[in-house]
């Protein structure tokens, strides 16, 4: 068949579909006109009167229902196919699956970075491929970095901050401006010295045994990232741990998590390090050891 022939028979079964009661002619027109054929206008999965609409057909308790997926972002409610996920839910996930791939694979913004004042060294994951396949690498710091750090960074000071884009750059871009200055004053308040901030990137949690290997401060602070959930990517945490050593652990550090504006309030979270920070210098240890002493 000449290639003529099959651009008619192509263009009248586009004409047709586009005639027909519901097809969104408009949308199905504009891009048959960019040559890619009928467009199919589903609703906005991610709208957010879409999310919370049940996909149970007929619930006992329709108002209840509707209450309920009010109260969270967890995926309840979303009813089924037969055995299968609807198709809103399945496009629903498959977007905040796109919105968490994204986070992952964003670079915090540079300008971001110099407002704060912040130098920027890496951990020895060298890229976020290996970043994702090699979490040891990400909790050590390069050579070169630890030369920039020795070079750059005030030694021994009450407390050293820095920052990570750990799982999330979107994390830090949510955050780290409205986190850092009450930081900053509630450790002045406190009257306690605070080191060069820096941030590393393909960074890890691990790396604050490192960095206090170089600072030798009396806490170490990490602003980094979280492992973003379906649908969330803007959740920060700071982790920190009281004189970090090169076998110090989760064990030794401790954490405020799920800092963002719909959790953890970002300026409530600075003053809740601030508090944190506090009572590691009073009681001279961090995480564990820290819930045995201190009974507040
Ligand atoms: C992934 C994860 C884990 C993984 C970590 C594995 C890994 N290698 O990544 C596993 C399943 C092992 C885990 C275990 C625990 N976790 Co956890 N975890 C998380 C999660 C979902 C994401 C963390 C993240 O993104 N970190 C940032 C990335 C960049 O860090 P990373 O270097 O890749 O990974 C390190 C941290 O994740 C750290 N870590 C993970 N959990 C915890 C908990 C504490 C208290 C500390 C100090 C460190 C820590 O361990 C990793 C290795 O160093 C958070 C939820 C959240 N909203 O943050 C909860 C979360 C941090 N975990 C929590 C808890 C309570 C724990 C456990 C104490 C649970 C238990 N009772 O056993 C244990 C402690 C484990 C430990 N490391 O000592 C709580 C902390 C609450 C708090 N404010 O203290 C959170 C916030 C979950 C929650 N909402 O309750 N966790």
Known sequence: MQEAEIQAIVQAVLAEITKRPGANGGAAQAATARGNGPAVDLPDPTDEAARRTPGVVNPIDPDGLRALMATTPTRIGVGRAGPRPRTRALLLFQADHGVTQDALFHEVNPRLLEEQGLFVVESQAHDRQEYLKRPDLGRKLTEEAKRVLGERCVKKPDVQVFVGDGLSGAAIEHNLAKVMPVLKQGLQAAGLTMGTPFFVKN???????????????????????????????????????????????DANRDVVCNIYEGGLNPLEAGALAVQMIQKMIKYSTSGVDLKLVDKT
């Open 203 to 249: 960074a890890r949690v691990g790396l604050l045994n490192d960095v206090n290997s170089i600072v030798d401060a009396k806490v170490c602070v990490l602003l980094i990232g979280e492992r973003p959930g379906l649908a969330r990517a803007e959740s920060m945490s700071i982790y920190m741990g009281f004189r970090p050593k090169p076998d110090s652990t």
